[in-house]
C-alpha cells in the first residue's frame, strides 16, 4: 500500500518521519512517505491536491497535534477524528454563528453529510483502541470564552485543529483514503504552555501512528 503521511510542521510527525529513510520508504509491507501541508486550512488543501496529483497515494493519514473541549480527552491522549466541521466559514451576528450551510450558500451534499465532512471509512474497526471523535477545525485558534462556548453548542465537537476539515474535504472531493489521527495538546481556549502536554502529545501521537501502519493496515 502506498501510505502519504502529512502533517502541518515536520515537528508534529519528526519521530515518525525519522524511521522512514528517503533511500528506503519501506515501513513493514507500505511503502511510506511524508508531506508537510503548512499551517491553516487554505494551505492544507493546497499542498494536499499537489501531493495527491505528484504521489497518487492510496491512503492518507493527516497527524497533527489538536486542542480539546472534552475531558474526556484530557492533553496527552491521542484520539482519531471521523468527522469534521469547519467552525469559522461563515459569520458572526448577534452574538451566534451562522455557517455556509445557515446563510443558505452552501447545500447538504457530497463531499457534506449531514452538513458535515465524515469518514466513511472510520465505522467498525478497531485502531488501536484510540477513541474516534468529532472535530471543528478553524483558520482563527478559538481563545474566547463566547467563541468556544458557540463552536460547542454549533457542533459540539471533542477536539479543534487547523487543518482537518480541509484534509477531509480534499480526500473526499478526490476520493482518496484518509485517516486522521491526533494527540491532544492541550484544553481550547488556555492559552498558558505551561499547561500544556505538547512533547507528551506529540510522543503518543506518533507512537500510535506506527502501531496504526505496523498492525492495524
Same mark, same amino acid.
Given at each position: ?15 515518525? #518521519? ?18 508537510? =501541508? ?13 501531493? +495527491?496529483?505528484? !504521489?497518487?497515494? %492510496? !491512503? /492518507? +493519514?493527516? *497527524?497533527?497535534?489538536?486542542? =480539546?473541549?472534552?475531558? *474526556? ?6 484520539? /482519531? ?6 467552525? %469559522? ?18 447545500? %447538504? ?5 449531514? &452538513? =458535515?465532512?465524515? @469518514?466513511? %471509512?472510520?465505522?467498525? &474497526?478497531?485502531? @488501536? ?11 482563527? +485558534? ?5 467563541? +468556544? *462556548? ?5 457542533? $459540539? ?7 482537518? *476539515? ?14 486522521? /489521527?491526533?494527540?491532544?495538546? $492541550? ?6 504552555? $505551561? ?5 507528551? #502529545? ?16
Amino acid at each position: 500500500m502506498q501510505i502519504l503521511v502529512t502533517a502541518a510542521t515536520g515537528l508534529e510527525i519528526h519521530p515518525f #518521519a525519522s524511521l522512514v529513510s528517503p533511500a528506503n520508504q519501506m515501513f513493514g509491507p507500505h511503502h511510506c512517505s511524508t508531506g508537510i =501541508t503548512g499551517v491553516g486550512l487554505f494551505s492544507t488543501g493546497f499542498h494536499l491536491v499537489d501531493l +495527491i496529483e505528484k !504521489l497518487n497515494p %492510496d !491512503l /492518507i +493519514i493527516q *497527524a497533527g497535534i489538536c486542542g =480539546t473541549f472534552n475531558k *474526556a480527552h484530557p492533553p496527552g491522549s491521542v484520539v /482519531i477524528v471521523g468527522e469534521e466541521y469547519f467552525g %469559522d466559514t461563515g459569520v458572526w451576528e448577534n452574538g451566534r454563528f451562522s455557517d455556509l450551510f445557515d446563510m443558505g450558500l452552501q447545500l %447538504d451534499e457530497f463531499p457534506f453529510l449531514s &452538513k =458535515t465532512l465524515a @469518514n466513511p %471509512d472510520i465505522k467498525g &474497526k478497531n485502531w @488501536n483502541n484510540i477513541p474516534v471523535v468529532k472535530g471543528v477545525s478553524v483558520n482563527q +485558534i478559538s481563545s474566547r470564552v463566547e467563541q +468556544i *462556548a458557540e463552536l460547542k453548542r454549533k457542533y $459540539n465537537p471533542d477536539v479543534e485543529s487547523m487543518e482537518g *476539515a480541509a484534509f477531509h474535504y480534499v480526500c473526499l472531493m478526490k476520493k482518496v483514503k484518509f485517516l486522521q /489521527i491526533r494527540g491532544v495538546s $492541550n484544553f481550547t481556549g488556555d492559552r498558558n504552555k $505551561n499547561n500544556w502536554k505538547m512533547e507528551e #502529545a506529540i510522543g503518543n501521537l506518533n507512537n500510535s501512528l506506527v502501531k496504526i501502519i505496523s498492525e492495524y493496515l
